[in-house]
């Protein structure tokens, strides 16, 4: 590589230019690890009836042809089928995970090759991801899939967490403004990586780079919780560029992969992690939202004793008539066995309370952001050597304090940090199962297809149109939300009610739905 030249030079710690025009990257592309990957998604589709009903439906007619959608969502079994549906339903598709931790390999070899690939003639979707990235790594694959060929950039973005949209949205800013991004201006580690990313950009395209890109996006579906309170912050001040679907908020979206699937899938974490026995063990899960009640529930069902913490009165009320204690962090900090966070906040786990923890504690994170904890505290102590961390197996993390006199023999005490304190049930296990994921994803290909149609109808590009109608920030209709339901429902063998008209009339609904008020909170 030629480092004078600044879209040759290597991006920071990745070994890779910014603009490596790479096809695919990911970290195994073996026949085994293939064939691994696409017997997995033959399973989970037959686990996926929303999307396999919508694969019917439009048969042939690619309601998606023209979209060029860049896919920011961890990169497993699961978010391979959804890919390969929105293929086929006629879209261009580019793709990267969300999280450092979260890519399933096998998954990302499958789809890079397609269903009627092979090896030395891959057909599938281009995806840059593999698990256990460096944070540089990490942002180098969003920009490999945000970095269109042809076209400079996608129409469309299909986020979880924001971080494409938060590129795009910072780039075209500092552009605007004219000023050159500084890394050195920022203390927090990842952000810094941001803007060294931005620069490098900046001195290698010019000056209109992520402009250009942002007036092409119609809009972007956004599927997790911290992602929607982004956007809901940038149309309060009024610099949202693109109108917005909000998959998180929908029913089938909110109950079924926040509750559901948490309820599967954070206690099948912790055990592939730590092998340790749930039962009668001391939990608190902090935050008693959607994600904290099904976490209580997964711990719950292993017959461990469960508190929350709250600050909402209402959560904490409802935890309470599930006869589950409220406490706050600093009461048993000192008597827990296994912390939980579940904010989508941050500072909720801090360096002092990981000092006063018991020996052994375990400390997981299973919001969106690692700032729950603080990692980067303990991070700090460890280069500073009050505190050792030692490796028991990728993704299960040691951290012995070395100050402390309350562990074995009023020695060091040590917590058991899970991920790295990441997402907990994708970097220690698979994360949620299909059929949950199923009604997300359903949800989020809908939200694509009405983005493709409709997009201007909820507010036009402020890059192109700075004049025109301001974007919004929507969820999707109740009746979609039903359909998405409905679209599971033969999976169980359901057979609904069905009301007749002087029924419907009598409680007011039309009688194939929708069935509640757009108020209504399940």
Same mark, same amino acid.
Not at 301 to 313: F, I, L, M, N, Y
Not at 397 to 423: D, K, M, Q, Y
């Given at each position: 590589m030629n480092a004078t030249d600044p879209t040759k030079a290597p991006f920071l710690d990745t070994g890779l230019p910014l603009f490596a025009d790479l096809p695919h990257k990911v970290r195994d592309l073996s026949a085994a690890n293939v064939r691994f990957g696409r017997k997995e998604l033959d399973l989970a589709l037959h686990e996926m009836p929303g999307l396999a009903a919508l694969r019917d439906e439009y048969a042939g007619s690619k309601p998606l042809a023209g979209a060029r959608i860049m896919g920011s969502l961890h990169m497993t079994v699961q978010t391979a089928v959804l890919i390969e549906t929105l293929v086929e339903l006629g879209a261009d598709v580019r793709w990267v995970s969300c999280n450092i931790f979260s890519t399933q390999d096998h998954a990302a070899a499958a789809t890079v090759v397609g269903p009627t690939g092979t090896l030395d003639a891959p057909a599938g979707v281009p995806v840059y991801a593999w698990k256990g990235e460096t944070l540089a790594e990490y942002w180098w694959c969003t920009m490999q899939a945000l970095d269109w060929p042809e076209h400079g950039g996608p129409n469309l973005i299909l986020d979880d967490g924001g971080d494409a949209t938060l590129l795009i949205h910072l780039g075209h800013e500092l552009e605007k403004a004219g000023t050159m991004p500084d890394p050195s201006t920022t203390d927090n580690g990842e952000f810094k990586i941001i803007l060294s990313l931005l620069r490098d950009v900046r001195k290698a395209k010019g000056?209109?780079?992520?402009?250009?890109?942002?007036?092409?996006?119609?809009?972007?579906?956004?599927?997790?919780?911290?992602?929607?309170?982004? &956007?809901?912050?940038? +149309?309060?001040? *009024? @610099?949202?560029?693109?109108?917005? #679907?909000?998959?998180?908020?929908?029913?089938?979206?909110?109950?079924?992969?926040?509750?559901?699937?948490?309820?599967?899938?954070?206690?099948?974490?912790?055990?592939?992690?730590?092998?340790?026995?749930?039962?009668?063990?001391?939990?608190?899960?902090?935050?008693?939202?959607?994600?904290?009640?099904?976490?209580?529930?997964?711990?719950?069902?292993?017959?461990?004793?469960?508190?929350?913490?709250?600050?909402?009165?209402?959560?904490?009320?409802?935890?309470?008539?599930?006869?589950?204690?409220?406490?706050?962090?600093?009461?048993?900090?000192?008597?827990?066995?296994?912390?939980?966070?579940?904010?989508?906040?941050?500072?909720?786990?801090?360096?002092?309370?990981?000092?006063?923890?018991?020996?052994?504690?375990?400390?997981?994170?299973?919001?969106?952001?690692?700032?729950?904890?603080?990692?980067?505290? &303990?991070?700090?102590? +460890?280069?500073? *050597? @009050?505190?050792?961390?030692?490796? #028991?197996?990728?993704?299960?993390?040691?951290?012995?304090?070395?100050?402390?006199?309350?562990?074995?023999?009023?020695?060091?005490?040590?917590?058991?940090?899970?991920?790295?304190?990441?997402?907990?049930?994708?970097?220690?296990?698979?994360?949620?199962?299909?059929?949950?994921?199923?009604?997300?994803?359903?949800?989020?290909?809908?939200a694509q297809l009405e983005l493709h149609k409709n997009a201007e109808t909820y507010g036009v590009n402020q890059v192109t149109t700075p004049d025109g109608a301001k974007p919004q920030v929507i969820t999707l209709p109740k009746h979609l939300d039903e359909r998405v339901a409905e679209l599971h429902l033969a999976k169980f063998g359901v057979r609904l009610t069905q009301l007749t008209p002087e029924q419907a009339d009598y409680i007011g609904v039309p009688v194939s739905g929708p069935f509640k008020a757009e108020h209504y909170r399940y």
């Open positions: 000056d209109a780079y992520f402009t250009k890109m942002a007036a092409a996006i119609r809009g972007v579906s956004e599927e997790t919780t911290t992602g929607v309170h982004r &956007l809901y912050e940038r +149309v309060q001040k *009024g @610099t949202l560029l693109f109108p917005a #679907i909000n998959v998180n908020d929908s029913v089938t979206k909110s109950k079924f992969d926040n509750v559901y699937g948490c309820r599967h899938s954070l206690v099948d974490a912790i055990m592939r992690a730590t092998d340790f026995l749930m039962s009668g063990k001391r939990c608190l899960v902090l935050g008693f939202g959607d994600v904290g009640k099904g976490s209580v529930q997964s711990l719950q069902g292993q017959h461990a004793r469960v508190s929350v913490t709250e600050v909402d009165p209402i959560c904490a009320l409802q935890a309470c008539m599930m006869g589950i204690d409220v406490v706050r962090i600093e009461d048993v900090v000192d008597t827990t066995d296994v912390f939980v966070t579940a904010t989508g906040n941050k500072d909720i786990i801090t360096f002092d309370h990981m000092k006063q923890m018991k020996h052994n504690a375990i400390v997981c994170n299973i919001g969106h952001f690692d700032n729950e904890i603080d990692m980067a505290g &303990l991070e700090k102590a +460890v280069a500073a *050597g @009050t505190v050792e961390k030692i490796e #028991i197996k990728p993704q299960v993390h040691e951290f012995r304090f070395l100050t402390t006199t309350h562990g074995p023999g009023n020695g060091p005490h040590s917590i058991i940090v899970l991920a790295e304190g990441r997402l907990v049930n994708l970097g220690c296990a698979t994360g949620h199962p299909s059929l949950v994921m199923s009604a997300s994803f359903t949800n989020q290909t809908i």
